[in-house]
């Protein structure tokens, strides 16, 4: 965790999931706004493990990935730690929408979310919605 007396960063994954041209976001319940389902990665799995748990999670959903969005790696993308992200785009493949203590899931079009959205959410949402691919 430590490399040159400096903390590593943390890696985290989401997955975006649009249905009839809204997407899948958590409300969060800290007031920050509107994230894409994620979280951090832990030690004993792989992103890809990652994005399935959280979304499960978070939303509910059991999600199939199917394709990256990108990688975020700003120094500044999450303001409470040094973080880099994948966001990958995903689909739903069975579940219920359920909330979680993160938030409350919900179905929202793009353009009532841009402004709303925490971190660096908005910046994915849009590289997702235009199909340009973020190598950070």
Same mark, same amino acid.
């Given at each position: /965790? @430590?490399? @040159?007396?400096? !903390?590593?960063? !943390? /890696?985290?994954? *989401? $997955?975006?999931v649009e249905q009839d041209g809204k997407v899948l976001l958590i409300d969060r319940s800290d007031g920050l706004g509107y994230t894409i389902p994620g979280g951090i990665v832990r030690y004993s799995e792989t992103v890809e493990q990652c994005v399935l748990r959280e979304a499960?999670?978070?939303?509910? =959903?059991?999600?199939? !990935?199917?394709? !990256? $969005?990108g990688v975020y790696s700003d120094l500044k993308r999450d303001p409470r730690f040094r973080a880099a992200s994948i966001? =990958?785009? #995903?689909?739903? $493949?069975?579940?219920?929408?359920q909330a979680s203590g993160e938030g409350?899931?919900?179905?929202?079009?793009p353009e009532d979310v841009?402004?709303?959205?925490?971190?660096?959410c908005e910046a994915m949402l849009?590289? =997702? /919605?235009? #199909?340009?691919? *973020? /190598?950070?």
């Amino acid at each position: /965790l @430590l490399t @040159l007396g400096q !903390i590593s960063p !943390i /890696l985290s994954a *989401c $997955v975006i999931v649009e249905q009839d041209g809204k997407v899948l976001l958590i409300d969060r319940s800290d007031g920050l706004g509107y994230t894409i389902p994620g979280g951090i990665v832990r030690y004993s799995e792989t992103v890809e493990q990652c994005v399935l748990r959280e979304a499960r999670e978070e939303t509910g =959903y059991t999600v199939k !990935i199917e394709s !990256i $969005v990108g990688v975020y790696s700003d120094l500044k993308r999450d303001p409470r730690f040094r973080a880099a992200s994948i966001a =990958y785009k #995903g689909a739903i $493949v069975s579940g219920s929408v359920q909330a979680s203590g993160e938030g409350k899931p919900c179905w929202r079009a793009p353009e009532d979310v841009f402004g709303h959205m925490a971190f660096d959410c908005e910046a994915m949402l849009k590289d =997702y /919605l235009s #199909g340009q691919q *973020c /190598l950070s």
